[in-house]
């Protein structure tokens, strides 16, 4: 019996060091304990960091390469709460990133821009991946390095405030190219806008923008520089607790940056929540240009309106 015992005692360091690490770079095969120290140690490589399972209070800051974060299984990978440099979980600045399969959720920071994402340089693209209960789901752009972003299969839930100076939203992005959001949910807004734009193309199709629970939020779509693109076969409900409740989708509230005309809105279907204030624009528009609006199925609200 004493043998078993210390053979037991000499076997249990052993399998602790045999414990795999929870972030692992798929090309070098290195594990690491922290999210930061593996997204360090790629430099400016191109590489995957494949994430276990579990719930992370870890943050990062992207600085160069081209990475990939990837869960092993989508939807059990959870950052929360933990923001670097005051700003977001993950903080991306290089050459281009990759979210796969993500859960962000519970952050807020002092100037009310808490987000899971802030992108600042690169390329983006985020698949099957949620945004819950933030005071922003994604916020950034800006930079010339950044063309295109591309969100595909991703909620977004929970999101926005307007308590402090500027609003906060699920997601806000100035890109001088694409965004495009596909095949995505937004729901349970709690301020500003469910998507807010400053890009020169949008392309927001099969996607559904429910307010039905949102609290205190603004527009479903704000194009708010312009833009020209395709909104289309997306679902929106208009909820009933709204700041704003003029219009759905908004086109150059606050400037003519870029051209709208060509703008379509097609094959899209939008009904009012119980309760909720009648007859909004679906469409607003400030750009002066042509819109083209066809084939959408409207409950309650007018389909144009010129401001």
């Known amino acids: 019996m004493r043998a078993s015992i210390l053979l037991l005692a000499f076997a249990a360091p052993a399998a602790a060091q045999e414990r795999p690490a929870p972030f692992v770079v798929a090309e070098t095969g290195q594990g690491y304990a922290s999210i930061d120290e593996a997204v360090t140690a790629i430099r400016d490589d191109d590489a995957t960091i494949l994430i276990a399972p579990g719930t992370y209070r870890q943050c990062t800051v992207q600085t160069g390469g081209k990475i990939v974060f990837k869960a092993r299984q989508p939807g059990t990978v959870i950052f929360e709460k933990e923001v670097c440099e005051e700003k977001a979980g993950f903080v991306l600045r290089g050459r281009g990133s990759t979210i796969d399969g993500i859960v962000f959720r519970g952050y ?39 063309r295109r972003v591309s969100i595909d299969r991703t909620t977004f839930a929970g999101l926005g405030q307007c308590e402090t100076e500027n609003c906060s939203h699920a997601i806000y992005l100035a890109v001088d190219g694409e965004v495009s959001v596909t095949r995505s949910r937004f729901e349970r807004g709690t301020g ?37 693109g395709l909104i289309a076969r997306n ?29 379509r809105v097609e094959d899209n279907i939008a009904s009012m929540a119980p309760g909720a204030p009648p007859n909004p624009a679906f469409v607003a528009d400030l750009s002066g240009s042509t819109i083209e609006l066809s084939n959408n199925k409207l409950s309650g609200m007018r389909a144009f309106e010129r401001r």
């Open 235 to 263: 679902t929106f409900v208009q909820g009933k607790s709204k700041d704003n409740h003029s219009g759905l989708i908004v086109v150059a509230a606050e400037g003519r940056t870029y051209p709208s005309a060509g703008l």
């Open 108 to 146: 807020a920071v002092s100037d009310g821009n808490g987000a899971g994402i802030r992108h600042e340089m690169g390329d983006l693209t985020i698949t099957n991946s949620m945004f819950l209960d933030s005071q922003e789901g994604i916020l950034g752009g800006g930079h010339e390095t950044v």
């Open 192 to 228: 500003g806008h469910y998507v807010k734009l400053r890009a020169r193309r949008v392309n927001i199709t099969d996607s559904s923008f429910d307010d039905s629970a949102g609290k205190k939020t603004n527009y479903m779509i704000d194009l708010s520089e312009g833009g020209t």
